[in-house]
């Protein structure tokens, strides 16, 4: 399920992230199916992450929530994560445009070889 940014109009002089930003990513990540990990591009974030989401499952498994519940909240979390990660890496390369070398097409990576959180719940 896709969600929609929010509707607040910015001044774009306030913020890096505009909607119109966010609403790019969300859409190149649900064309790549899963298979694009921003936070899998950040190695220090990446270990993070997965480590956080290990105690958030801990916890909500010592909590009695059903193993369909903990996968499901996961999965939510790691989206909204995707979604946050990536949209800060497209606002950083468009920040630096000028000075990073250029990508081809998407600055979205496949990587197939990867593992995928998905395989972790």
């Not at 509707?7 to 890096?16: L, T």
């Not at 909500?60 to 996961?74: F, N, T």
């Amino acid at each position: 399920m896709q969600t929609n940014p929010p509707d607040r109009k910015v001044e774009s002089s306030e913020y890096i992230i505009e909607p119109d930003m966010l609403s790019k990513v969300l859409e190149e990540q649900a064309e790549a199916k899963c298979q694009y990990d921003p936070i899998g591009e950040e190695p220090v974030l990446e270990k993070y992450f997965h480590d956080e989401l290990l105690k958030i499952c801990g916890r909500m498994g010592l909590a009695g929530a059903p193993p369909p519940v903990v996968r499901g909240v996961l999965s939510d979390v790691h989206r909204v994560a995707q979604a946050m990660v990536g949209t800060v890496r497209k606002a950083h390369r468009v920040l630096w445009d000028d000075v990073l070398p250029e990508v081809a097409g998407s600055d979205l990576k496949v990587n197939p070889t990867k593992p995928h959180i998905g395989k972790l719940l």
